[in-house]
């Protein structure tokens, strides 16, 4: 193994340097074969190079405000755990077991050694505790787990998370965080602690890991696919996040460009990479890498100049300025802007041999190069600025503390003290339209978007390209005659092919579908048609998840968004027990104010004020940010909302089962295995829920089939949920279709389609299918009823979601109403409870005197 590039091939022609070289002087963008061509740079083609990303990079900070400024960020380094799951070819950093043992040392820091070193760092005026370990160490040692059990912390990040809070609290300093891989819902428990955190890329080159020899052979945490994963997840979790590579371990030129390109797309699609780091590898002794040559000075340089010229003016690089032997000027040359983390106090323990240099020298030197040295702190100075949602509430008085809100760059001379994080005070203050409930059906909304529209979501282009493979229509091959055949005998017994094909199906093919599939619902549950009297309380539509779907997210200063306080939501519940309500169902965005135990709060407001009330509450969504946010695991969080009085949950929030589309349509929202975590868990403890599949919008019948037969599984293994819910895309005023990506809903041939299979391909597991009366008005409800539903749904009272996203079929249906509907389609209906029981005659009085609705409800408007 060698440690350059210079191996992948032969050396570029001079014909295409030229060529590569005009194009980055004319700010023409590069492609992979270029960038892989200018990475060999040398000489006076090499200076040619800097000098033009030199000029990218200066354009970048003057366009900042931070014209001739460096930066840095004075820090102490805590190495919280050395172990680690992973066997990198060239680190020193990890151990194990017994050599910590032999050393006097535990298997992690303890809190009193973490604080006497972030202390310490205060007193020197640091402003940032970089949180570093090694990845999952209780997978691989159980002498973590012992220790982490013992100490009463489920896992390492429940660890991290408990010292970043202390180290708020005790010491002043930002934690920037960097545990190494990390799941969604790791971000979701980190973000509230920490204002930033990292990890590097190293290599897109997959070989590096997959073959024997390859410096991260035998490492699961290293493999490419996996930490571009983690990259996606930090942006989709709005975490201001720090990147980048370690070139020479092996990779080829082509490589290294592709890496960059990765990076870069990434960058641009959420906006969320806060710095790139382009780090040379130095060998080290007593390592398998120990006999490889370093990366040359010229390897960096020129990576770093490509890197400028690739991620654009605005990016902000680092190179670390403890492995380059002092060559500062030529680093700067070639288009750096930070030097990284620097601490008076503590040691590179990644790289113990090379020490920092003393902050003077790098001013020195910065100074003799044309530029300022400017203190930062571990979150950039664009991502201070911006706020929400990318600093979690609880962390904005621990920033700005330590901010200039000029700059964002750390102010002079401040004091470095500990500050309390808690939740914000006041929670539940009514704000905004809280009339909205109602004025949706008169006044409408405001607008038909959010004021953040262009940044929330993410870049559209990045965006366009990522939803296109998902939306190529399949091929179909089975026999749609032969498929029919098969669900008219047995529909348990159709493949994936024939049930893909009956979900295309069109015509009179469609329409002997939706004849089979009704006549299986009638032999499942019979001609009548069920409803639930049932009032919709969304307690705030604040709400930075970023949905791209999603009209009814507002920022908490858009002119329609509104919070409702507990006396409020409580209002609402009695005013429709009063008029023969059995239940309530209630969601809300998410909040950035909102702590974790406000969803137990709501729960036991509704209780206390009627306890007979059934409370279906809190999407997946809410659960997981619920349990982030208390720093409970989902299973408890469950546990103490059904104390508090959870009686169900709605099966929201799953969309599309299927990330391919899950990720173009919702950006920061729980994946699909989040999603199923969390659904499994509360029917394990006896909490039941809906399912739903919002579809018709960047998807294909292939993804339907998918969340179908997951469903199915799920039901099978678990019983708790109650029934299917069809959710038709509205796209009106939904983002994702506004920005002309999504197409406009589906037509009446997938509603039908869908309705059919649903009932064919959930049977006999989900025996209740229920049609969206406010999605598809009167006929179109009816229409469903024709095609395999048994359901209407509810009342409701009150809706927002699918008003504000343009629905126009009102907010609320009366019982005669529903009763008309079932009537259309040639059946009875019957009223029914949350989990399709009898409804207890005293509420079926209340309901009927009352028609199922508000008094001081205004006539709906024009249905269809």
Not at 265 to 279: D, F
Not at 758 to 780: C, D, F, M, Y
């Amino acid at each position: 193994m060698t440690s350059s590039a210079q191996e992948s091939g032969q050396q570029p022609t001079a014909n295409a340097m030229r060529r590569a070289l005009k194009r980055a002087r004319d700010g023409v963008a590069l492609d992979v074969a270029e960038a892989a061509v200018l990475l060999q740079a040398r000489g006076a083609d090499l200076t040619d190079l800097c000098a033009s990303a030199a000029r990218v990079r200066d354009a970048g900070l003057e366009a900042a405000g931070r014209a001739g400024v460096i930066t840095y960020s004075k820090s102490v380094f805590i190495p919280l755990t050395r172990l680690c799951r992973d066997k990198c070819h060239y680190c020193t950093f990890a151990t194990v077991p017994g050599k910590l043992r032999r050393a006097g040392h535990g298997m992690f820091m303890s809190p009193d050694e973490v604080l006497a070193i972030a202390r310490r760092g205060a007193e020197l005026g640091c402003k940032e505790a970089l949180i570093t370990l090694g990845d999952k160490p209780e997978d691989r040692w159980p002498e973590a787990r012992e220790w982490l059990e013992a100490e009463g912390y489920d896992d390492t990040i429940a660890y991290v998370r408990a010292m970043a809070i202390r180290i708020l609290e005790e010491t002043g300093l930002l934690p920037h965080l960097n545990p190494g891989v990390m799941s969604w819902t790791d971000f979701q428990r980190l973000k509230p602690v920490a204002p930033s955190m990292g990890m590097m890329l190293e290599t897109t080159a997959e070989r590096l890991w997959s073959e024997p020899g390859g410096p991260h052979h035998g490492s699961p945490d290293k493999e490419p696919a996996v930490r571009l994963r983690v990259l996606e997840d930090a942006g989709r979790s709005s975490v201001p996040f720090t990147s980048g590579l370690l070139i020479g371990i092996g990779e080829t030129y082509e490589e290294r460009a592709e890496s960059l390109f990765a990076l870069r797309r990434i960058s641009r699609s959420y906006h969320g990479i806060q710095e790139l780091i382009l780090q040379n590898f130095r060998a080290k002794p007593d390592t398998a890498m120990r006999g490889m040559p370093d990366a040359e000075l010229d390897e960096l340089v020129a990576t770093v100049a490509v890197a400028r010229h690739i991620m654009g003016p605005s990016a902000c690089l680092q190179a670390p300025p403890n492995l380059v032997d002092g060559e500062y000027a030529r680093l700067i040359g070639a288009g750096i802007d930070d030097w990284g983390g620097v601490s008076p106090l503590t040691p590179d323990h990644v790289n113990p041999e090379r020490p920092w240099p003393q902050i003077d020298r790098l001013a020195e030197q910065s100074a003799a190069a044309g530029f300022v040295l400017r203190e930062r702190l571990a979150v950039y100075p664009e991502f201070v600025q911006r706020g929400e949602p990318w600093l979690d509430p609880r962390l904005l008085p621990h920033v700005r503390a330590l901010a200039d809100p000029e700059t964002g760059l750390a102010r002079e001379d401040v004091e470095v003290r500990g500050l309390p994080w808690q939740e914000p005070e006041e929670v539940f203050v009514p704000s905004g339209r809280t009339d909205l409930h109602r004025a949706i059906d008169t006044e409408g909304r405001t607008g038909d978007r959010r004021q953040d529209f262009d940044e929330v979501y993410g870049d559209w282009e990045a965006l366009r390209e990522a939803a296109a493979p998902g939306m190529v229509p399949e091929r179909i091959d089975a026999d749609v005659r032969e498929a029919l055949a098969v669900a008219a005998d047995d529909p348990t017994k159709l493949t994936d092919p024939q049930a893909l094909a009956l979900l295309h199906a069109d015509g009179p093919a469609l329409d002997a579908l939706c004849g089979i599939a009704d006549a299986v619902r009638r032999d499942v549950v019979g001609d009548d048609v069920t409803y639930i009297v049932t009032r919709n309380i969304n307690f705030t539509n604040v709400c930075y998840t970023g949905c791209r779907f999603c009209a009814f997210a507002q920022r908490r200063t858009d002119a329609d968004a509104f919070t409702l306080s507990l006396e409020q939501v409580a209002d609402r519940a009695e005013q429709a027990w009063d008029v023969g309500a059995v239940e309530v169902c209630m969601q809300g965005g998410i909040h950035p104010d909102l702590p974790g135990t406000a969803y137990f709060d709501i729960a036991r407001a509704v209780k206390k004020r009627v306890p007979g009330m059934h409370v279906h509450a809190f999407s997946p969504m809410e659960v997981v940010n619920g349990a982030t946010r208390t720093g409970m695991s989902i299973r408890e969080w469950l546990a103490e909302a059904k104390a508090a009085g959870l009686d169900s949950i709605p099966g929201t929030a799953a969309e599309i089962l299927d990330d391919e589309v899950r990720w173009v349509l919702t950006k920061g929202k729980l994946p699909t295995a989040t999603w199923v975590e969390v659904i499994r868990t509360a029917h394990e403890l006896g909490i039941r829920s809906s399912s739903t599949m919002m579809y018709g919008h960047v998807d294909q019948p292939r993804h339907w089939l998918g969340h179908l037969r997951l469903l199915a599984q799920i039901q099978q293994e678990t019983g708790g949920f109650t029934e299917f819910v069809t959710l038709p895309f509205i796209h009106t005023n939904a983002p994702v279709y506004l920005a002309g990506i999504a197409r406009p809903g589906p037509t009446t041939r997938d509603n039908r389609a869908v309705t059919a299979m649903a009932r064919l391909l959930l049977h006999p597991h989900i025996p209740n299918i229920q049609t969206s009366w406010v999605k598809l008005g009167t006929e179109g409800a009816a229409d469903m009823l024709r095609s395999g539903a048994n359901d209407l749904g509810g009342t409701l009272m009150e809706e927002t979601i699918s008003r504000m996203a343009g629905s126009s079929y009102g907010s609320y249906r009366s019982i005669r109403d529903l009763v008309a509907i079932a009537e259309a389609a040639g059946r009875p209906a019957r009223a029914r409870t949350t989990l399709y029981g009898a409804v207890p005659e005293e509420r079926q009085r209340a309901a009927m005197a009352s028609d199922g609705h508000l008094p001081e409800l205004l006539p709906v408007l024009g249905d269809d």
